[in-house]
T-cell receptor
Framework: GQNIDQPTEMTATEGAIVQINCTYQTSGFNGLFWYQQHAGEAPTFLSYNVLDGLEEKGRFSSFLSRSKGYSYLLLKELQMKDSASYLCAGETGANNLFFGTGTRLTVIP | NAGVTQTPKFQVLKTGQSMTLQCAQDMNHEYMSWYRQDPGMGLRLIHYSVGAGITDQGEVPNGYNVSRSTTEDFPLRLLSAAPSQTSVYFC?????????FGPGTRLTVL
């Protein structure tokens, strides 16, 4: 089967850096997605990692280690609007995604 | 482009009723999916498709049917609604490594 673990809640200060970790166990792993979801809204795509290493997109970066079954999302220069849930999802087979329960991030002044 | 559209936004059903949740995308994406989201459970995949005429079951397919007769449309049918199907339903379409979600349908089954 498939399993994804990520912390339930995190708190960080405006302007700081926060790292949200995600570990997964699966067979037939293709890649790993990160999404942001504000309360009451649909998820929005942040990143998709297939290869090992770090990918940077502005203030957000995502890292993947396939051998360790591990990923993280790094958010820099935190802003109040970054308060949201961050969802980690693995892909096994074409378009077959399994999600973690999400990490609720609260950014405080 | 309208992106991914879902109708209705809200729906209340009685146990045993059937209905279809509509999903359409105008981006010519081959991949489409249906998810449900429940508190504390995260998103769970119901059914997915990798192209017109091709569908497959996800993690929680029981009680739901799908079809993909065109690239644009991917309707989800509830055969006989049950209170356990009360949830928020999201449709998504995907181009390569980017997935776009629709706004969601909030369904309550009494």
């Amino acid at each position: 089967g498939q399993n994804i673990d990520q912390p339930t809640e995190m708190t960080a200060t405006e302007g700081a850096i926060v790292q949200i970790n995600c570990t997964y166990q699966t067979s037939g792993f293709n890649g790993l997605f990160w999404y942001q979801q504000h309360a009451g809204e649909a998820p929005t795509f942040l990143s998709y990692n297939v290869l090992d290493g770090l990918e940077e997109k502005g203030r957000f970066s995502s890292f993947l280690s396939r051998s360790k079954g591990y990923s993280y999302l790094l958010l820099k220069e935190l802003q109040m609007k970054d308060s949201a849930s961050y969802l980690c999802a693995g892909e096994t087979g074409a378009n077959n995604l399994f999600f973690g329960t999400g990490t609720r991030l609260t950014v405080i002044p | 482009n309208a992106g991914v559209t879902q109708t209705p936004k809200f729906q209340v059903l009685k146990t045993g009723q059937s209905m279809t949740l509509q999903c359409a995308q105008d981006m010519n994406h081959e991949y489409m999916s249906w998810y449900r989201q429940d508190p504390g459970m995260g998103l769970r995949l119901i059914h997915y498709s990798v192209g017109a005429g091709i569908t497959d079951q996800g993690e929680v397919p029981n009680g739901y049917n799908v079809s993909r007769s065109t690239t644009e449309d991917f309707p989800l049918r509830l055969l006989s609604a049950a209170p356990s199907q009360t949830s928020v339903y999201f449709c998504a379409s995907r181009r390569q490594d980017t997935q776009y979600f629709g706004p969601g349908t909030r369904l309550t089954v009494l």
